[in-house]
């Protein structure tokens, strides 16, 4: 089993940054995809970004594509979200995820990809 733990969240004024961590433990594995998701008050949760763990290929929707940066720490097990020029459109709970193996040859952007999710972290961006 693998557990995600989000940390980093917060309140921020628009235009401003915030960097989004996610360790991962238990069960890991080296060929699999980690992603971010995020869940605004009464829309469906989204996607945001993904990342490839062995190749380190990056995937980003058209919404954030420029703004966000997705990363990871090999060495920590750990995933990072960069959100730059945060707007008040970007408030949602962010939510870590990933894939069991393998993870290449997925469609990312879909839930329905990934195996584990975090509790999510709440991201504010205030006006």
């Known amino acids: 089993q693998v557990q995600l733990v989000e940390s980093g969240g917060g309140l921020v004024q628009a235009g401003g940054s915030l960097r989004l961590s996610c360790a991962a433990s238990?069960?890991?594995?080296?060929?699999?995809?980690m992603g971010w998701f995020r869940q605004a008050p009464g829309k469906e949760r989204e996607f945001v970004a993904a990342?490839?763990?062995?190749?380190?290929?990056?995937f980003y929707a058209d919404s954030v594509k420029g703004r966000f940066t997705i990363s990871r720490d090999k060495s920590r097990n750990t995933v990072f979200l960069l959100a730059n020029s945060l707007k008040p459109e970007d408030t949602a709970v962010y939510y870590c995820?990933?894939?069991?193996?393998?993870?290449?040859?997925?469609?990312?952007?879909?839930?329905?990809?990934?195996?584990?999710w975090g509790q999510g972290t709440q991201v504010t961006v205030s006006s």
């Open positions: 990342i490839n763990w062995s190749s380190g290929s990056t």
């Open positions: 995820a990933a894939t069991s193996p393998p993870g290449r040859g997925r469609n990312l952007s879909k839930k329905s990809e990934y195996d584990y």
């Open positions: 238990g069960r890991t594995f080296s060929n699999y995809a």
